[in-house]
């Protein structure tokens, strides 16, 4: 069931990016190894892709909306499982899960087309240039 629009996933996507960052500090679980580095990495690649998406939020509108939604599927599987991947799960697990949870769900739940709208939006401003 797709129930997030293109535009809503766009804000959940830059607020992701940011509390991956910040999640080793925010959580109190930043050691200095993968624990640490896989969510910072992750979301520094969530805010970087998400300026190249096709959708409302993004900047240069290079990548796919089908094709970001994979990098989030596939993202959010990574750290989901990395703790038990990279050998960190006997010292935290916890955020990694739910956070890799939650970015597989948004991206099965999310359209993979932005609405009418921008595209409406889109189209006048083409014709202007």
């Known amino acids: ?3 997030i629009g293109t535009k809503m ?3 959940l996507d830059y607020i992701m990016g940011v509390l991956l960052i910040a999640a080793p500090w925010l959580f109190d679980f930043a050691a200095g190894g993968a624990e640490t580095w896989v969510p910072v990495i992750l979301g520094a690649g969530t805010i970087l892709y998400s300026l190249f998406t096709d959708y409302e939020l ?3 509108r290079q990548l796919s909306m089908r094709t970001h939604l ?3 599927l596939a993202g959010g599987a990574l ?3 990395s703790p038990w991947l990279f050998g960190f799960a006997d ?3 916890m955020p990694h899960l739910i956070l890799g949870i939650l970015e597989v769900g948004a991206s099965l739940m999310t359209k993979t087309h932005p609405s009418n709208e921008r595209a409406h939006h ?3 401003a083409h014709a202007m240039h």
């Open 1 to 3: 069931m797709k129930i």
């Open 9 to 11: 996933h766009g804000y």
């Open 58 to 60: 993004g900047m240069s």
């Open 70 to 72: 994979g990098l989030d």
């Open 79 to 81: 750290l989901a499982v």
């Open 91 to 93: 010292y935290v697990y």
């Open 122 to 124: 889109q189209h006048g």
